[in-house]
């Protein structure tokens, strides 16, 4: 059983950074591949970011590429998601969560079984 706890989350201006962590419990956080998802108001969730477990694949939807650098630190039980020129179109709740390490490529929410609580993040223009 793993258990995510995301923060980091918060209120910034366009233009500005974020980076948020995502802390989980238990001894299997190598053995997983990790994800971030986010969900805007009125919008269904949808894929950012993905990493492998031992970080060598990443993967980025393209509204972030270039912009958000996803990383983990397996000693530390800990993946992050660094946010940089922020946009308002990025306001939305974050999700990390993860599965098991050959289970697809990542992309699909179905292909993770533990998830996070969410963090709000809200960009003002």
């Known amino acids: 059983q793993v258990q995510l706890v995301e923060s980091g989350g918060g209120l910034v201006q366009a233009g500005g950074s974020l980076r948020l962590s995502c802390a989980a419990s238990g001894r299997t956080f190598s053995s997983r591949a990790m994800g971030w998802f986010r969900q805007a108001p009125g919008k269904e969730r949808e894929f950012v970011a993905t990493?492998?477990?031992?970080?060598?694949?990443?993967s980025y939807a393209d509204s972030v590429k270039g912009r958000f650098i996803i990383s983990r630190d397996n000693p530390k039980n800990t993946a992050y998601l660094q946010m940089n020129s922020l946009k308002p179109e990025d306001t939305a709740v974050y999700y990390c969560a993860a599965r098991p390490a050959f289970a697809g490529l990542g992309y699909e929410e179905s292909e993770y079984d533990h998830w996070g609580q969410g963090t709000q993040v809200t960009v003002s223009s």
């Open positions: 990493i492998s477990r031992y970080g060598a694949t990443i």
